[in-house]
């Protein structure tokens, strides 16, 4: 459980390395697509090696922690579910 908060705290550092890239290459700043796609990697990498000293860090989860973690995340994609269904009977 430990290796994948780890791995889910990296990956979750690199994507918002790449959206914040994104933002502020394409949108704000309007560039071609070439130096947004380098942009966003570069964004990505930062993003990822920034957030791997924080995945470091991390401890083991209590069982409280762990439970509520698990109860949580059971929610969320209970209403995913139910979102889902949703758009998919209404369309």
Do not use: H, K, N, Y
Request: glycine share 14%; aromatic share 6%.
């Amino acid at each position: 459980m430990l290796a994948l908060r780890r791995l889910g705290t990296v990956l979750i550092g690199a994507w918002g390395g790449a959206l914040f890239a994104r933002l502020l290459l394409d949108w704000i700043l309007g560039l071609d697509d070439v130096w947004v796609a380098l942009g966003v990697v570069a964004g990505a990498l930062t993003g990822g090696a920034l957030a791997l000293g924080e995945a470091r860090s991390l401890r083991l989860m209590e069982p409280q922690e762990r439970r509520d973690a698990i109860l949580g995340w059971g929610f969320v994609i209970a209403a995913a579910a139910v979102a889902l269904t949703v758009a998919v009977v209404a369309s």
